[in-house]
């Protein structure tokens, strides 16, 4: 249990749920502002899926599950929809299949094991028949799962997100006013986003490691902290992505938090 105690603060959670197992992967569908998750039970070889929305945090659907228990994940998220995956082998990471599942109600659109998916463009799913050589790249329709014509570079360009990832940085990089423990491996995940600056750190505390989040305003003024993780073994990945003027993170891997900022 951590000892460091920090003043009351100005933000509060949007969102707060917490899964039976931790959260494997998110995935964010911009154009309907839903948020997926992937859950996998290790123990019990079970993936789950949930969605909700964003902008007013109501859950669509969640413990959703596939015929498929283990070999199953997220591909991508479109129009409402999301693309589900499965492996083509328990030891392989290569995926085979699609399927599609529609966002507010969790009813399975339609099935395909034969197509592969390739990336997201502006205008849907790009995919491609695993089953033909040489690979022919086509548009598909990712509510039908129809083909709707063949792959073009300039009118089907790479869909962008507007997620914000965190950066990286030595600590010495910055400003102290945002650094309220002693840093372990001189290294943070920091955002300086608007009037907000976001930092995740650890530090050590009794021969264990601790993960923290913080936002400050510009002058260094505490507005939210959280206690990630504590007495773990070894450092943690980014702990969270801004997206929407909305702050998402995990806390013990299967609490998700959305901040309003």
Not at 49 to 78: H, K, M
Request: with cysteine.
């Amino acid at each position: 249990m951590s000892i460091f105690a920090f003043s009351m603060t100005s933000l509060f959670p949007f969102i707060s749920k917490t899964c039976q197992s931790p959260v494997w992967r998110m995935e964010i569908d911009e154009s309907s502002q839903t948020l997926f998750l992937e859950i996998r039970d290790h123990a019990d070889k079970q993936v789950s899926f949930s969605a909700l929305n964003l902008q007013n945090g109501e859950v669509y659907f969640e413990g959703l599950t596939t015929p498929e228990r283990w070999l199953t994940g997220i591909e991508a998220a479109y129009g409402g929809v999301l693309l589900l995956h499965n492996y083509q082998s328990a030891t392989g990471p290569v995926h085979k299949g699609l399927t599609a599942i529609e966002a507010t109600t969790g009813k399975a659109l339609w099935s395909n094991f034969t197509l592969a998916f390739d990336h997201l463009s502006v205008n849907g799913p790009v995919v491609y028949n695993a089953q033909l050589q040489p690979k022919k790249l086509f548009l598909l329709d990712v509510k039908t799962g129809n083909a709707l014509r063949g792959y073009e570079p300039v009118p089907d360009q790479p869909l962008n997100n507007q997620i914000i990832s965190p950066e990286l940085v030595p600590a010495a990089e910055v400003n102290s006013l945002y650094l309220p423990l002693s840093v372990y491996a001189n290294a943070v995940h920091y955002i300086s986003y608007n009037r907000f600056r976001i930092v995740s750190l650890h530090t050590l505390l009794q021969e264990h490691l601790e993960q923290h989040l913080f936002v400050f305003n510009e002058e260094g003024t505490l507005l939210y902290h959280d206690l990630l993780h504590n007495a773990i073994q070894k450092m943690q990945p980014e702990a969270f992505v801004l997206h929407n003027n909305q702050l998402i993170y995990l806390k013990n891997r299967s609490g998700l938090i959305v901040l309003n900022l």
